[in-house]
């Protein structure tokens, strides 16, 4: 007798998933295949996703607290530092990664009829797990150094999804343009260590000048990190500039999806 039970999701043949679920499992395949790639050839493997912000943290937890006077209410400053600096690691890593999303796999972009907004997304996501593979040291350091947690830390996850919707506006914006402008890919870096500096990282908007700090709202970067830090330090969250980070990241991708879509064409024949 013929079985006439219903085929599983996972066993459905991938011409007859949805559109929308077949981009989930081209991007999936491509982000774990760069994951792959990238620790497969690494003894170390997931500790450098980590010894990176660990070693510039230790940096400026050395500065801020045994050569200058420490910041007030940072304390402990090594999970202040942290709570930003991590999420600065998957922006930063993103952004960086996006001016090559194209001309890395030019023969695949070329070849493959899947949406090429996937080359973009799968360094977002890859860069977004790495950062939450990074998550339990922040726990670590937070147990060790006996950091108050409190209610605001049920507000990580908006700050997870609000980074990633301004990440992946910023790289739709830089991808394609570098194809056509490639020293845009070394201006990237030098803004991307400019806003490093202009991010609340190091310190914290209440650190500021009082006349600077309603400037330091939009700053998209500040509303976001604020809501990580708030499960530690209430004292940051600012719904001001979480309205305005949400805002702007709105716009932003608005934008992207724009420049994307306008030069796609041009890029495919560029590369």
């Not at 559109?19 to 989930?24: E, I, L």
């Not at 999936?28 to 660990?54: H, I, N």
């Not at 890395?104 to 972009?109: F, G, T």
């Amino acid at each position: 007798m013929t079985s006439t039970a219903p085929v599983a999701y996972g066993d459905a043949h991938p011409l007859q998933r949805t559109p929308w679920a077949r981009y989930r499992h081209a991007l999936w395949l491509l982000t774990t295949r760069d994951l792959k790639v990238r620790y497969s050839t690494s003894a170390l493997g997931y500790v450098w996703s980590v010894l990176d912000p660990l070693l510039m943290a230790g940096i400026y937890y050395f500065v801020f607290t045994i050569v200058f006077q420490r910041l007030s209410g940072t304390e402990p400053y090594i999970v202040f530092l942290l709570s930003a600096l991590l999420p600065w690691m998957w922006f930063n890593g993103a952004v960086s990664d996006s001016t090559r999303a194209f001309l890395k796999d030019a023969k695949l972009v070329r070849s493959t009829m899947i949406p090429r907004t996937i080359w973009v997304n799968r360094i977002v996501l890859a860069k977004g797990i790495e950062f939450l593979l990074a998550i339990p040291v922040l726990a670590l350091f937070a147990i060790v150094f006996r950091a108050t947690v409190s209610w605001e830390l049920v507000l990580f996850p908006l700050g997870i999804a609000l980074q990633a919707l301004l990440t992946v506006a910023v790289c739709l914006i830089v991808a394609p343009l570098v194809v056509f402008f490639r020293d845009l890919e070394r201006a990237v870096k030098l803004i991307l260590r400019f806003l490093f500096y202009a991010s609340p990282i190091v310190y914290g908007v209440s650190n500021l000048p009082a006349d600077l700090r309603p400037w330091a709202a939009f700053n998209p970067l500040s509303g976001i990190f604020s809501l990580y830090r708030a499960g530690f330090f209430p004292g940051e969250l600012d719904w001001f500039s979480v309205a305005v980070s949400t805002g702007m990241s709105l716009v932003l991708l608005a934008l992207g999806l724009w420049v994307f879509r306008s030069c796609e064409r041009q890029v495919l024949k560029e590369i």
